[in-house]
């Protein structure tokens, strides 16, 4: 056998035995016969030594075979030589390959689940989304600091607080504005009063539909109150000569609505829109009819031949002070009942947020009316000791609807001393709105002035940064009437 055909065998893996001086090539996962170790750090040991075989057979392989071709190039003149690998080769090198892609995916994990705790997350993706999770944990606290709610933007708080203050400015104004104008009015122009109450009550009246309507408190427009403006709507502006109509409506508006400022403790509160709405619809009916009364028109009395009130006529009895009202109030209740009991029964059952008059009383332990009819049906038995009131309960509305009827009879007694009487019907006009007024000092000086001390106490405990958030919108305040 020639030099070169035995160089040439030499070279040839495939057709070489293994000696001490030509290692085998190594078989993948196998180091002379023996497992890989378990541990990450003895595999990528045992990876390396197998890289070194594997390169150093191949570079063995590749020094025999350019020895043996120098001649050959010589006598060409080809300075360039190639040789491919040949196929055990190629796939030790695949093999190697896989492993190394292998050991850099689990080297990858590991790195991952260290950093991340999750090896199939990426870094980037965690430190992301730890970014944004610290963006909010700051912004959170940011919010939390200036507007006292976690979940509330500083921007929609400025925006809001900014709408706040001039809605209240606003308001303070019109109340204002309108206890000057009804004085103005009353004194100075009382044959117009009539069309000037309808036209305040009205604006104010819509104003209180949109309002109400947007926090579902649709159902207290359908109070008795608004019922009785309704009937003075009438009178002014389709039958301004019925006398039974007048009467009607003085001994509703003298007797029902003043009492009701008293025992709703209404206030004149310049600054809340709710709470102006509700003394106009309160006292407003009162100042008209209290004008008709005593004006030199009085269409309530009968007028002789020469013009002259007929003072006999002037009065009212069993029939014009109690029992007509009377009439008038169980027509209310009956066309209450109607709408919410029958009509509205399923949309009111299925919408607990809805309020009504009845689930406010019920659920207001501090109201006097609640307080009043708690106390009485427990001394009578009526309810246990230990049960309260619960507004769907059947037992509960006709205790409320016996309390109101009760309340309306109570109210409509003094209306014959009132109608007979000058002097006794304007003092308990001005004592009424004293008790208004009583009531909105002290509104002011007790609630508004304690919660505005408190936020500056705690805006001096952050640092002297000016708050607003005591200005409370008052226009969805409480139900008053």
Request: net charge positive; charged share 20%.
């Given at each position: ?70 001649g ?48 199939n ?35 929609d708080?400025?925006k ?9 400015k ?86 029902v ?36 009364r ?8 009968s ?22 009202p ?20 399923q ?5 607990p ?39 769907e ?5 006709i ?83």
């Amino acid at each position: 056998m020639s030099e070169n055909d035995a160089t040439t065998s030499a070279s040839s893996p495939a057709s070489s035995s293994p000696s001490a001086s030509q290692p085998q090539t190594p078989v993948p996962g196998e180091v002379n016969g023996q497992a890989v170790g378990t541990t990450q750090m003895q595999q990528d040991e045992q990876l390396l030594v197998d890289v070194n075989k594997v390169l150093h057979q191949i570079v063995s392989s590749s020094e025999l075979v350019e020895g043996d071709d120098d001649g050959a190039s010589s006598a060409g003149g080809d300075s360039s030589q190639h040789r491919k690998l040949s196929g055990p080769e190629l796939i030790s090198l695949r093999v190697l390959e896989v492993r190394i892609r292998k050991n850099l995916s689990q080297q990858r994990g590991a790195f991952r689940k260290t950093v991340t705790g999750d090896p199939n997350r990426r870094v980037r993706d965690h430190a992301r989304s730890q970014a944004e999770k610290t963006g909010r944990a700051v912004r959170k606290v940011a919010r939390k600091a200036v507007t006292g709610s976690g979940d509330r933007s500083i921007s929609d708080w400025v925006k809001q607080a900014n709408v706040v203050k001039t809605v209240d400015k606003a308001s303070f104004a019109l109340g204002v504005s309108l206890v000057c104008t009804t004085e103005y009015v009353l004194l100075k122009r009382p044959s117009d009063f009539g069309r000037y109450y309808v036209s305040i009550v009205s604006i104010m009246m819509l104003l209180r539909l949109y309002m109400y309507a947007r926090n579902k408190w649709i159902y207290f427009l359908l109070d008795f109150c608004y019922f009785a403006n309704a009937s003075c709507f009438i009178s002014v502006l389709f039958l301004p000569d019925n006398a039974w109509l007048w009467r009607l409506n003085y001994s509703v508006s003298n007797g029902v609505l003043l009492a009701a400022v008293l025992a709703w403790r209404n206030s004149l509160v310049f600054h809340s829109l709710d709470k102006v709405t509700s003394i106009a619809i309160h006292i407003l009916p009162g100042f008209l009819t209290y004008l008709e009364r005593w004006s030199e028109k009085n269409v309530m009395c009968s007028k002789g031949e020469a013009g002259a009130v007929v003072t006999a006529s002037c009065t009212l009895g069993f029939m014009g002070a109690l029992a007509e009202p009377l009439i008038f109030y169980t027509f209310w209740q009956f066309l209450y009942i109607l709408k919410t009991e029958i009509i509205d029964r399923q949309r009111l059952q299925d919408n607990p947020s809805i309020q009504t008059s009845l689930r406010w009383l019920t659920r207001d332990s501090k109201n006097f009316m609640h307080i009043f009819a708690l106390r009485t049906c427990r001394v009578f038995g009526v309810i246990g000791h230990d049960e309260t009131f619960e507004p769907e309960a059947m037992k509960t509305k006709i205790v409320f609807w016996i309390g109101q009827a009760l309340f309306i009879v109570a109210t409509l007694f003094p209306i014959p001393l009132l109608f007979s009487s000058y002097i006794l019907n304007s003092g308990y006009i001005l004592f009424v709105l004293s008790a208004t007024v009583w009531n909105g000092a002290n509104y002011y000086f007790e609630v508004f002035a304690a919660r505005y001390i408190q936020q500056l106490e705690a805006s001096s405990k952050r640092g002297n940064r000016y708050d607003t958030s005591y200005e409370k919108h008052e226009a969805n305040g409480i139900k008053e009437e």
